[in-house]
């Protein structure tokens, strides 16, 4: 029987899943007293672990010597070190997207939120003040948006945010322009995207491509007053050039990612309008796709050698 360490809270399918299955299961959630390295050290015999966005080092890899596969259940695996799992001969999966239409509605949500002040107007309304002029906002409806990434979560960005009749400018170099027009977006440069959007969303991995790719370079291209929306990974964006033109530009900057998951000072603070603790695939829907995902993964992987999944 295959042992399966789940060190995070996922909807109880994934345990139902893999124990119909034939697999021994240990899901018990990491506390800030008993870390990844604590429950792997406790059940060193296991073939399996699925995570969210714990963190997997080559530490943990190294406590676990009977270990196969490692599931990332959502899209990103960058909490897993994927080339030294690789050098172990282990595999890594993800469940692409099963966190996307959590991510995408999140989008809309901070889009809504900062056109109309909701949070600053909600915060004076509760200290009895009435301040309606103040909080004069603006409107989704006919503007431009910009999505940086068509994957899964832009693509549903492009569903979610189409009752709003706006037009859509993306970026994607392994788009073709026939399916970009198939899902009703025109493709541009990233010069014309900044230059010209009302709305940018950032939907793109990060990596050595994309680290500070949203410099001053586009940064200074933006319309006054455009917004910029983060909801893909804190180094796409040179936080220093944002913050020296966010003012001048009177720029609106929405944000859900960090360089560190955890309690403390974001280094953000100052500049995002908006700013939530990576909530994006923070929804009851989405914890269960992707357990649904991770559980349903492992179970081919064993059973059918499927292995389509696998990122490293």
Request: aromatic content about 6%; some cysteine; hydrophobic content about 45%.
């Amino acid at each position: 029987m295959k042992k399966v360490l789940i060190p995070t809270k996922l909807d109880k399918i994934v345990a139902k899943i893999l124990t119909e299955a034939g697999f021994e299961v240990v899901q018990i959630p990491v506390t800030p007293e008993k870390g990844v390295a604590e429950l792997a050290k406790e059940n060193s015999d296991a073939e399996v672990v699925i995570v969210r966005s714990e963190k997997v080092p080559a530490e943990v890899i190294d406590l676990l010597p009977n270990l196969k596969l490692v599931v990332r259940a959502g899209a990103g695996f960058d909490n897993i070190d994927t080339k030294y799992a690789r050098s172990k001969n282990i595999d890594v999966m993800n469940t692409p997207g099963a966190n996307s239409n959590g991510v995408a509605e999140e989008v809309v949500a901070l889009a809504l939120a900062a056109y109309r002040k909701v949070v600053p107007a909600d915060i004076s309304t509760r200290e009895g003040k009435w301040e309606k002029s103040k909080f004069l906002g603006r409107e989704i409806t006919g503007k431009t948006v910009g999505i940086l990434g068509l994957g899964h979560i832009g693509r549903l960005l492009v569903k979610r945010l189409s009752g709003f009749e706006v037009t859509f400018l993306g970026y994607d170099p392994f788009l073709s322009e026939e399916k970009a027009r198939e899902i009703g977006v025109t493709l541009a440069p990233l010069e014309k995207i900044f230059a010209e959007a009302d709305i940018i969303s950032l939907h793109i991995p990060e990596n050595d491509a994309t680290r500070g790719l949203v410099n001053n370079k586009y940064l200074s291209l933006m319309k006054q007053g455009a917004m910029l929306i983060n909801c893909a990974r804190s180094g796409i964006i040179n936080e220093d050039d944002l913050r020296a033109i966010k003012a001048e530009k009177e720029l609106i900057f929405c944000n859900d990612v960090y360089k560190k998951d955890a309690e403390g000072p974001k280094s953000v603070a100052d500049i995002a309008d908006v700013m939530l603790p990576h909530l994006g695939a923070n929804t009851k829907e989405a914890n269960f796709q992707a357990a649904k995902r991770a559980a349903e993964e492992t179970v081919a992987y064993f059973k059918d050698g499927d292995t389509s999944c696998v990122v490293n």
